[in-house]
């Protein structure tokens, strides 16, 4: 069998991400990529000549700044159409619970989404994702979540799947039956969390589903109905994640974390009790200045608490078209730090080490290491803390994904 071509990339500023040092950096430093993989890391002074001889193709950098991808750990990139309209009724006083209860909101993407037919989600979720990657993304997490049945799940799913598979992008799934009670259930929640508990087997079955997600509020689920839903999760062996603690107090982070969570996500309204919980089981919190700004909130997540329990903290978009229609991770990064008040380097580090973990792939992305796969980002930056810096510009220069640069 013969070996796949080595690529030395030289001449590079290291923001490896690995424990050490402050963003485990590396001056004038090498990567040495072996097909999809990092063979070697580290200072290239300290790169032993033998391997530096087989690299086939050598690319010095200048001194640039090189991250791992990105990873960009709650979307929700599948639907139809939009919510501009209610973004203004919001404006003129109409708060995001009067709207869902009224009947839109989540709902009113559902409509949207049931008429869209595959190709055109496809088509805009695909735009989507392309321009989350113009900023060095290249691990996705995609929820569903605006099916609200079988058939749409199902083809919400198979569309997140597809981006996978057509695009340079590492996509893992998580099915969000349980993100709002469709019409056609109206009144009986308990018969539609049966539904999707059903449909989880399904999905699985087809290969569809890389965790399972539910919406804990009181607009939304309870903390009853949504242990059903980690039962039948658990029951498949797949993981689970939560919208915890997001407009009111459930105590739902406490139970994800009793379910061995990858993540909880949101978490204004969490209290010590859930913190302390999340700690204990490895759960990460998934803060999204996103929403959070969109929605206008005032309470802030509890970054203080959350840092000093050494709860693992992750960043993301969430991109959906209710409480977050926007599609910059790099806009997450400087939210992260002017509204949540987390350094530069805790940001990055929710968009690569703590948001792999999030996804279950603490192993193998979100750090520049001898042996994960080779995702990383070269930017016109010269120190990390500009990541977090900037906004409304973007200084991604090249994209290696899996070993293979990314054409822009
Ligand atoms: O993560 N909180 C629940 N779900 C989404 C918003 C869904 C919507 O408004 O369409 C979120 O913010
Ligand atoms: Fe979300």
Redesign the pocket.
Known sequence: MSTPPLTLWRGARLATMCPGAPWGLIDDGALLVEGDTLRWVGAEHALPPALARQAEHDISLDGALVTPGLIDC?T?LV?GGH?ATEFELRLQGAS?DEI?RAGG??RS?VTATRVATDALLYKLAAQRARTLMAEGVTTIEI?S??GLSAEHEARCLRVARRLGRELPLTVRCTS?GA??VPHEYTGRPDDYIDAVCDWLTMQHGEGLVDAVDA?C?HI?FTPAQTRRIFEAARRLGLPIKL?AE??SNQHGAALAAEFGALSA??LEHLDDAGIAAMAKAGTVAVL?PG?FYF?RETRLPPTPELRAAGVPIAIAS?H?????PGLSLLLMLNMACTLFRMTPEEALAGVTVHAAQALGLAQTHGRLQAGRQADFVVWDLAAPNELAYWFGRNPCRRIVRAGVEIES
């Open positions: 709650h929700h639907y919510r995001y869902a909101g989540i993407t929820k979540g605006y969000l993100h709002a919406f509020d939304a919208h997001q407009l996500d949101h999204l929403a929605l969430d959906n078209p209710g409480s977050s």
